[in-house]
């Protein structure tokens, strides 16, 4: 199994430009998350898919847009990237259900907007 | 109400000594209390959890001691060990979200 994969690893964009930042897993998980990671800032939760067909917004949704493509992937996009979203990405996913909370998360995508 | 605080930010120790991060919340909804460790370059990976019914969990050199009166949970590590040298997260889980810390990063002297 390779868990939680996410490409690409590292990105650079210029201010205005868009991407999407792929996440897939192979454990069969029913929920998955975005998360960004910032210096001093913990992690914060972008947005979530408590299962397939379902998106939520969490902390920090301003900027961004989701898909759940199926159940084994879950994009992130940036319509317009600014300076403010240089950060790391971390994609995670969780079996979901009663008492099941584990999460398990990807390497990270490095994204810096200049 | 949805905050965790965690403390200290960083944290030096000698070897062999105890390790010691505290982490506080407000919401009583909260029913899972799970610690993640992250190594430079890494995603976090979950180290242990606890639910607010049980008061300590020992796995190995890492207790988590909950305080459910204080809401208030903390991470041991004994016997600290160079190789525990990272950055650590509290978390708290509502609804379907898992609530971070803001981190506490960790550094064991040889």
């Known amino acids: 199994n390779a868990g939680v994969t996410q490409t690409p690893k590292f990105q650079v964009l210029k201010t205005g430009q868009s991407m999407t930042l792929q996440c897939a897993q192979d454990?069969?998980?029913?929920?998955m998350y975005w998360y960004r990671q910032d210096p001093g800032m913990g992690l914060r939760l972008i947005y979530y898919?408590?299962?397939?067909?379902?998106?939520d917004k969490g902390e920090v949704p301003n900027g961004y847009n989701v898909s759940r493509l199926n159940k084994r992937e879950f994009s992130l996009r940036l319509e317009s990237a600014a300076p403010s979203q240089t950060s790391v990405y971390f994609c995670?996913?969780?079996?979901?259900?009663?008492?099941?909370?584990?999460?398990?998360f990807g390497p990270g995508t490095r994204l810096t907007v200049t | 109400q949805q905050q965790v605080k965690q403390s200290p930010q960083s944290l030096i120790v000698q070897k062999g000594g105890i390790s010691i991060i505290n982490c506080a919340y407000e919401n009583t909804a909260f029913d899972y209390f799970p610690w993640y460790q992250q190594f430079p370059g890494k995603g976090p990976a979950l180290l242990i959890a606890?639910?607010?019914?049980?008061s300590e969990k020992k796995e190995g050199r890492f207790t988590i001691s909950f305080n459910k009166s204080a809401k208030q949970f903390s991470l041991h590590i004994m016997d600290s060990q160079p190789g525990d040298s990272a950055t650590y997260f509290c978390a708290a889980k509502g609804d379907d979200k898992i609530i971070f810390g803001k981190g506490t990063r960790l550094h064991i002297l040889p």
């Open positions: 454990m069969n998980h029913n929920s």
């Open positions: 995670a996913s969780s079996r979901g259900g009663q008492g099941i909370y584990e999460q398990y």
């Open positions: 898919s408590a299962s397939e067909g379902t998106t």
């Open positions: 606890i639910r607010p019914d049980v």
